[in-house]
């Protein structure tokens, strides 16, 4: 059974930084797009920013310049730098992936990691 497992949330201080790193685990074969989203209390999921398998990387704006998106594709991980954190980072992450099994390609969602960043 494949499945994301994020790690790295927790609480910080505006201005300060976090890592986040997701592991896809399973029987892979391939993982094509992976991705980060956020969701809080009151608003839809949103795409925080998403990365090809060569590395090509998108972003929202909101984020873009304080977080950077990588992936280590030998071990089925994506990360996220979270640099310059603001209050409004605060959110339940989530981590998405594209992933070629046994099957056929299928989107697989982590079950999300918490990040409070105080004023």
């Known amino acids: 059974q494949v499945k994301l497992v994020e790690s790295g949330g927790g609480l910080a201080q505006a201005g300060q930084s976090l890592r986040l790193s997701c592991v896809a685990t399973g029987s892979i074969v391939a993982i094509n797009t992976m991705g980060w989203y956020r969701h809080t209390l009151g608003s839809q999921r949103e795409l925080v920013a998403q990365i090809s398998s060569r590395g090509s990387a998108d972003y929202a704006e909101s984020v873009k310049g304080r977080f950077t998106i990588s992936r280590d594709n030998a071990n089925n991980t994506v990360f996220l730098q979270m640099d310059s954190l603001k209050p409004e980072d605060t959110a339940a992450y989530y981590c998405?992936?594209?992933?070629?099994?046994?099957?056929?390609?299928?989107?697989?969602w982590g079950l999300g990691t918490q990040v409070t960043v105080s004023s």
């Open positions: 998405k992936a594209d992933i070629k099994g046994w099957g056929p390609w299928t989107i697989y």
